[in-house]
Each structure stands twice: as structure tokens, then as C-alpha cells.
């Protein structure tokens, strides 16, 4: 199920998300692909449609990897969960970046 069934999750600006994978085969059991990635599409502070990719790194069965959001604008940031040599994404979902307003 991906994650925008939950709604996506809020991140203050210039905070990092950090992600964890780990990959599964159609037997529910633990594979590790080779490598895997996460893409990030945003408008970033200039306005502009951006697309990052976060190579993850392999610990024990765990791909992990860190996006921040420091060039990001305010709004919705999608992000995709790719294993290596697969061109459809195992996971999607959103990034909501946000301001927090300091009250006086």
C-alpha cells in the first residue's frame, strides 16, 4: 500500500526526511536488489520542477538514505522507492513541506 493512502507526512523546511526500505518478493520473503534509490520530485525555491535522486546505502537488509528539504518550496514533494534495474516504483509517496510560524 503506499504511503499517500496515510496522507502525506508534514516536514518543516530545512528538516531532512530520512528513509528506510527493505525489499520483499511476491512470497513475502526478504530479497536484497543490488542497490536501490529514491526519487524526489518538488518545486524547488526558485521555482523550478526539480527531480533528486538519493542513492540508499545497504545495512544488514536495510537500504536507508537521508533527502533534505533546505532547496525545497513550500508544498508537496513526491518521492518514489526504486530497487536497482526496476523501472517501477516498490513505493510512492508524499512530502508535505512546511513553515512553522513562530508566535511573539
Not at 507526512?9 to 518478493?25: K, L
Not at 537488509?61 to 525545497?72: D, E, I, K, R
Not at 518550496?73 to 526504486?82: D, E, I, P, V
Given at each position: 500500500?503506499?504511503?499517500?493512502?496515510?496522507?502525506?507526512?508534514?516536514?518543516?523546511?530545512?528538516?531532512?526526511?530520512?528513509?528506510?526500505?527493505?525489499?520483499?518478493?511476491?512470497?513475502?520473503?526478504?530479497?536484497?536488489?543490488?542497490g536501490?534509490?529514491?526519487?524526489?520530485?518538488?518545486?524547488?525555491?526558485?521555482?523550478?520542477?526539480?527531480?533528486?535522486?538519493?542513492?540508499?546505502?545497504?545495512?544488514?537488509?536495510?537500504?536507508?538514505?537521508?533527502?533534505?528539504?533546505?532547496?525545497?518550496?513550500?508544498?508537496?514533494?513526491?518521492?518514489?522507492?526504486?530497487?536497482?534495474?526496476?523501472?517501477?516504483?516498490?513505493q510512492?509517496?508524499?512530502?508535505?513541506v512546511?513553515?512553522?510560524?513562530?508566535?511573539?
Amino acid at each position: 500500500m503506499p504511503q499517500t493512502a496515510w496522507g502525506p507526512v508534514n516536514i518543516t523546511q530545512g528538516n531532512s526526511a530520512f528513509f528506510t526500505a527493505e525489499f520483499y518478493d511476491a512470497n513475502g520473503l526478504l530479497t536484497i536488489p543490488s542497490g536501490a534509490n529514491v526519487q524526489i520530485s518538488y518545486i524547488n525555491t526558485s521555482n523550478v520542477s526539480t527531480v533528486d535522486t538519493i542513492s540508499l546505502a545497504l545495512t544488514n537488509s536495510f537500504f536507508t538514505g537521508t533527502w533534505s528539504t533546505a532547496l525545497a518550496s513550500l508544498g508537496l514533494a513526491t518521492w518514489n522507492l526504486f530497487a536497482t534495474g526496476n523501472s517501477t516504483a516498490q513505493q510512492t509517496g508524499q512530502i508535505r513541506v512546511i513553515e512553522i510560524i513562530k508566535s511573539l
